[in-house]
């Protein structure tokens, strides 16, 4: 009746049904394990610990697999007025998804023609924006030259600026939109056919339809990671791409360090 009136506590229909599967599965392992039921009010932290080790070594799940085991025991414990000091496995954040070079090369020749989507692409894979601050972007906030161009990111994460530089193929998409569109310096760049701004989901079915075309898996997040992953393989130094990427903490830049598959593939070449 324990584990019954301890899940009745939950509002969460799966989390119910994954802890029931989570704590029935511990209960089975016990058993075959003392030849006896676990008695929930003495369960010791040498027993869970060695639950672990069984999970990890034997039946080799996943670290969050192992923890989301971990948290069931834990919290029918809170429930029953103890804590549970046992640290769970530690994760490893999967590496983030990128284009190769050749994938969004595919991906801008699905866009070409349309010179406000090759821009707004651009602007995502080869400036490293975030679909709000592409759709938010005014004309004010622009400055392009012959040789050099910048954008001021006004409204970023935690209301921030930023001036991000913008490269000569970027400058170019720009440039060729900017001289085909004809509304005023007051509206967003980017608007929509009927002249309304375009929203967040807009660019992301607009991405999706030419990943489509183009045969790759790519969202607006994607290619804000392949801009920060290439980045970090020329040279940019953790510190830099911290700022052109706006974020607030070093660790969640520090993600982009891990080897891209096609980096590792590079390195065993002639090996």
Do not use: C
């Not at 994760?91 to 821009?119: H, I």
């Not at 004010?140 to 209301?159: C, D, V």
């Not at 489509?212 to 020329?234: C, M, N, S």
């Amino acid at each position: 009746m324990t584990i019954v009136s301890f899940l009745s506590t939950l509002t969460s229909p799966r989390t119910v049904e994954r802890y029931r599967a989570a704590l029935d599965e511990f209960a089975a392992w016990y058993n075959q394990t003392n030849q006896t039921e676990p008695d929930w009010n003495l369960l010791t932290a040498f027993e869970v610990k060695d639950y672990l080790a069984y999970l990890q070594t034997v039946k080799r799940l996943s670290p969050s697999s192992v923890n989301l085991r971990l948290a069931a025991i834990r919290s029918l414990l809170k429930h029953l007025g103890r804590s549970l000091k046992v640290k769970g496995p530690k994760q490893v954040p999967p590496p983030v998804k990128t284009l190769s070079a050749r994938e969004l090369g595919r991906l801008l020749a699905a866009a070409e023609g349309n010179l406000r989507d090759t821009a707004i692409l651009n602007l995502l894979a080869r400036a490293g924006l975030r679909v709000g601050e592409v759709v938010r972007l005014r004309l004010a906030e622009l400055e392009l030259n012959g040789r050099s161009g910048w954008l001021l990111i006004q409204n970023g994460k935690g209301n921030k600026s930023r001036r991000v530089p913008l490269n000569a193929e970027t400058r170019q998409a720009l440039k060729a939109w900017l001289e085909e569109r004809t509304q005023t310096a007051a509206e967003p760049v980017f608007l929509s056919q009927s002249g309304q701004p375009l929203s967040e989901r807009d660019v992301q079915r607009m991405v999706a339809e030419y990943a489509r075309i183009a045969g790759v898996d790519a969202t607006p997040h994607t290619l804000r990671h392949t801009f920060a992953t290439r980045a970090i393989e020329k040279g940019v130094d953790i510190a830099t791409l911290q700022a052109l990427l706006g974020h607030s903490r070093l660790e969640t830049t520090g993600r982009y360090l891990h080897p891209s598959a096609e980096r590792l593939q590079e390195a065993v070449e002639g090996v």
